[in-house]
């Protein structure tokens, strides 16, 4: 009697009735809508809304399968042999690997790594990225782009993680091996194959990141040293300025030399009508 009132009991049950309830309310208003359209005469349209909507519930079951089931999976297992199994397996035992405790921990990543994303708190993720689950919560179930789904978001992460996977997994059992070295060696070598293919990928995204700043920060002083890309405004008006002051200054000598020959014209002519005079 008491575990029929034990807490996870109630609530299986309480989650059992409220999916039970969505079923229910689900059909009689399928049901009810079918009923209104044949009185209706509308049996193309109702035949055509069908259609319509079983194929968006296959689509998106198929996709929400992969993402909720695949994908974590892949993540908590990733997160297992890089966390877990190096700081809790010994070197002379093998991993036990418990696939839904792996799926619970890679579905709570995978949905804090989607809301930071799109709350835009992750810094280091590309925009792309961010644009593309922009589009697919616009566009929403009943306009879902299958295709462009699987194309662009899922099968691009389930790529890097059967890469992130599979590569130290290659390396630790397939490439070490033939050099010789003895089985716990190998063994260690298999316990840590992740970490280090991790360790190695966070140097090289650091160097590229700081081979891009310090490229960047070159860059920025040889502009501002040699004022590379910047447009001299003044230069135009300067030349304007001093080409008008030009022109004004001739103008003025010229307009003095005029004056003064009309002055001793004028001078010359009063002293020889002077002499006329006398004579």
Known sequence: MLFLFSPSLMALSAM????????????????????EQIRKRRASVLFNQISKWCAIVVKSSALLSIWIFVIPVLIGLLFELLVI????????????????QDWALGLIF??????LMLDHMMPLVDE??????????????????????????????????????CVPYVLARGVFPVLGYPLVVNSAVYRFAWLGCLSFSFL?????????????????????RYLIGRRLHNYGEDAGKVSEAGSSTGMENSSNVLIQHDREADVGLRQRHANRQGD
């Open 16 to 35: 059992a009735f409220i999916i039970g309830s969505y079923v229910i309310w689900t059909a009689v208003a399928g049901a009810r809508y079918s009923i």
């Open 85 to 100: 199994v190096p700081m809790r397996v010994p070197v002379d035992e093998s991993p036990v690997f418990l696939l839904y």
């Open 204 to 224: 090289c995204f650091c160097a590229k990141r700081f081979h891009v700043w310090f490229t960047n920060l070159h860059n920025s002083i040889r502009d501002d």
């Open 110 to 115: 995978l949905k804090i790594w989607t809301r």
């Open 128 to 165: 792309s990225w961010r644009v593309k689950f922009e589009r697919v919560r616009e566009d929403g179930f009943s306009r879902l782009q299958g295709l462009w789904v699987l194309r662009e978001i899922v099968l691009p992460i389930i790529m890097k993680l059967l890469t992130a996977l």
